[in-house]
């Protein structure tokens, strides 16, 4: 006998991806966006068009039955960073007040939620609160603190990924008790940190994710060649000035003068103005060079908007910048090691692979959550399956969350849900096996 689960805010179908090579079955998917849920239905076969608060408003709808495991990346907007942080003041952030409503009325044996790693962080100290106590009224064994990973900590044959995407995931396992005490789990079932001994600097995303054949419009523009042509130079002449060292501050620009004639305005902020000293003297000590290296580019001109006149070296002892991970940011282009990328985000800052001197492509991005190669995005532009991919989740850390708190709550399980239980155990290190056989 399998376990059953419902998938709310079910996005793509990263949470449907683990729990089916787990083995479970779907009985319920809703998506209010109507382009993911054309992506889920057409490889997961299942119909998620719709919208919680109809299907759990005042009442709950009959399509939402009975089931073993709920999961549900629930809108992160009101917790983002880059959104107002406004939480459940914020109508989106209401939503977990419906997935209470279907906890209430199916009691299901595991409950995981995710969210953006923000929704755990100090301003949001009110909210966390009220998810954490309201679980526990409705008696579900939780950890008042967060459990947060990343796919770069896990090593490959666990189905881990080069991509730093910490998430916070609340996991609640009901408990038939009456002592209070029993409902409140000691530590996270996880911890921010590598598995089995896992070193995430050995991740090659080159080698490791593999990269893509079919790169159709993942090309740089003229634009972007000349960006990092230039600055490929610089960081080629600085390196030899320097004995192999970049600034590890940003490199502004439009501030370079002499130390001298560096005049600070009242009111800068000390952050700022410890960086303007910093630009002010790296620009005395290397004048010569960036005189000629900025006439030479015609740097001043209309060529390089301001924020492509900033460098953020983050990339250590990367000989060259074209050996990078780049990112084109407001901030200016960012570049870091090869090894794994930042963590892939519904506003599209497409990663630039500089060892490839070309954008991420699409399939790539999937791959970097975990997802096969036969996923198909059908008929849609790149940008938006990009913002699908940022919203998701990733499966392979899905599948190491759902693993562990099913393992270190075994003996509620094995009464509470047995199948759940007898499914993880007989589970592999990763879904990834399952999920290319399915998808080839």
Not at 148 to 162: A, D, I, N, Q
Not at 254 to 262: F, I, R, Y
Request: aromatic content about 10%; overall charge positive; some cysteine.
């Amino acid at each position: 006998m399998t376990f059953t689960f419902i998938d709310l805010f079910s996005g793509i179908g990263g949470f449907h991806a683990a729990l089916s090579a787990l083995g479970g079955e779907c009985s319920y998917s809703v998506e209010i966006d109507k382009r993911a849920a054309n992506v889920y239905l057409s490889n997961w076969g299942i119909e998620s068009l719709g919208d919680i608060t109809q299907d759990a408003g005042e009442k709950i709808s009959p399509k939402i039955k009975k089931h073993d495991v709920l999961v549900a990346g629930f809108p992160c907007q009101p917790f983002s960073k880059s959104g107002a942080q406004q939480g459940m003041e914020e109508t989106r952030g209401t939503l977990y007040w419906n997935i209470l409503k279907i906890i209430d009325a199916r009691k299901p044996a595991l409950v995981i939620l995710e969210n953006v790693r923000n929704i755990a962080g100090p301003r949001h100290t009110h909210e966390w609160n009220i998810i954490i106590k309201t679980l526990r009224e409705r008696g579900y064994r939780v950890a008042d603190a967060p459990a947060v990973f990343s796919p770069h900590l896990l090593p490959k044959e666990r189905g881990g990924r080069p991509q730093i995407r910490e998430r916070v995931f609340i996991c609640a396992v009901k408990v038939r008790t009456k002592n209070k005490n029993l409902l409140i789990a000691d530590t996270p079932v996880l911890k921010l940190q590598p598995v089995d001994g896992w070193n995430p600097k050995n991740w090659n995303l080159v080698k490791d994710l593999p990269m893509d054949s079919r790169v159709k419009g993942c090309e740089l523009s003229k634009a972007e060649k000349l960006w990092i042509d230039a600055w490929n130079e610089f960081v080629i002449e600085i390196k030899k000035a320097t004995g192999g060292k970049m600034p590890g501050f940003p490199i502004w620009g439009d501030e370079w003068k002499l130390t001298k004639e560096l005049v600070v305005p009242d009111g800068t902020p000390k952050w700022k103005e410890n960086f303007l000293r910093k630009n002010a003297d790296f620009y005395t000590t290397h004048r010569k060079f960036i005189d000629k290296w900025v006439k030479d580019w015609d740097f001043y001109s209309e060529k390089f908007p301001s924020s492509r006149r900033k460098l953020e070296w983050q990339a250590q002892d990367t000989p060259t910048l074209w050996k990078t991970i780049m990112h084109m940011r407001p901030s200016g282009i960012r570049a870091k090691k090869p090894n794994y990328v930042p963590a892939l985000v519904a506003i599209t800052q497409t990663s630039i692979i500089g060892p490839k001197r070309r954008k991420l492509s699409v399939i790539e991005g999937a791959r970097l959550q975990g997802l096969p190669s036969g996923f198909k995005f059908p008929e849609q532009d790149n940008a938006t399956t990009f913002k699908q991919l940022g919203n998701g989740v990733n499966v392979g850390v899905v599948w190491h969350v759902v693993k562990e708190c099913v393992l270190q709550n075994e003996e509620i399980l094995q009464k509470t849900c047995p199948q759940l239980l007898a499914a993880v155990k007989a589970a592999p290190l990763s879904p990834d096996k399952y999920l290319e056989d399915k998808f080839s």
